[in-house]
């Protein structure tokens, strides 16, 4: 019923925007999209989590004869094993089931995640791609197979076909048409379109004032290493949009959405900020760094008041401004 009803939806859904960016990689992968979307042979969408892989598939519906047709989307990753023949393939008899590739009838059919696919489920899948024709679990009339089919991936189809997660049979079926949706920390030069994207859409959504964004502000965006990548993006732009006035969005108001925060209360222009998107261990260092400047900058230079307040040896307090980077003589001192 949940796939029948998205279904339906999505079949009025015909306007998909193109993928946004100006960079030189966005521009290609819009024009790789643009010619899968003349042609009807499998496509295949490797990318980390969060880059839009969905997104990029229902563009090239979007852009196709067949998007008057249904675009269905079948997350095989999060249905359980033993539902899958049935799910995918439909079935007969008293309980009949109408299953994802009959859904998606003359459409596009996009199968998320296909790493980890049960092998006799890749065998039939594989199959009815070669022959065109398949049968529902439990039927035996064959029925052909007529919807475009679009596959994402988070793992190199390469990889997955050496560990023997991925039948090679199936491999060189979906290999056919490829295109890498690239990671966001990749596409610093695309950040400025993206946000302005978000925001429009949002606003309009959501009825938000649209905001404008400080230069310093942008600039902190554009180095940041999205590790969740436009899925982080969006809802930080939602965060921004919801939590905030009207006014400009500061670097200030971004670092806060961003998890970045002052290590202690009472924060000032110009103090330490804790870039939580660090590793731990960089992050520590940071920190202490930060610590002991400020709390050796109070005592005036002097490393023995600063063992006492940091409740810490001399000798291994000075082993711990060596090993960071920090001079006590560059401080006024008694």
Not at 7 to 33: E, F, M, T, Y
Not at 50 to 72: C, D, I, N
Not at 321 to 326: F, P, Q
């Amino acid at each position: 019923a949940r796939l029948t009803s998205e279904n339906l939806g999505l079949k009025r859904q015909i306007a998909v925007p193109a993928p946004v960016g100006d960079s030189a990689a966005s521009r290609h992968l819009r024009s790789q999209l643009d010619r899968a979307a003349q042609v009807d042979a499998p496509l295949l969408i490797c990318g980390e989590a969060g880059t839009g892989k969905e997104t990029l598939a229902r563009y090239v519906h979007s852009q196709s004869q067949r998007a008057h047709a249904s675009f269905v989307r079948f997350a095989l990753a999060t249905t359980p094993a033993p539902r899958l023949p049935i799910a995918l393939f439909g079935s007969d008899g008293a309980s009949a089931v109408v299953g994802a590739i009959e859904q998606a009838a003359d459409g596009t059919l996009y199968l998320d995640e296909i790493i980890g696919l049960p092998e006799a489920i890749q065998t039939r899948l594989a199959a009815a791609l070669e022959a065109g024709v398949y049968q529902r679990d439990g039927g035996a009339v064959e029925l052909p197979w007529r919807a475009r089919l679009i596959v994402g991936s988070t793992q190199a189809l390469e990889s997955a076909l050496q560990a023997g997660q991925l039948r090679e049979d199936l491999f060189y079926q979906l290999k056919v048409l490829g295109v890498q949706a690239q990671p966001l920390r990749e596409r610093g030069a695309d950040i400025p379109l993206l946000l302005e994207s978000q925001i429009a859409q949002l606003a309009a959504r959501d009825a938000l004032p649209v905001r404008s964004i400080a230069a310093d502000a942008l600039a902190r965006l554009r180095a940041h290493p999205w590790p969740g990548n436009l899925r982080e993006l969006r809802n930080l732009v939602q965060r921004l949009l919801i939590l905030g006035g009207d006014g400009e969005i500061d670097l200030e108001e971004v670092n806060e959405a961003l998890g970045i925060v002052a290590p202690g209360p009472g924060r000032q222009a110009g103090d330490f900020l804790l870039d939580l998107s660090l590793p731990l261990r960089d992050a520590r260092d940071r920190f202490e760094r930060a610590y002991l400047m400020r709390q050796l900058k109070q005592c005036r230079g002097s490393v023995s008041k600063l063992a006492a307040l940091a409740g810490m040896e001399r000798t291994h307090l000075y082993r711990k401004l060596k090993d960071l980077g920090v001079d006590p003589k560059s401080l006024d001192g008694d």
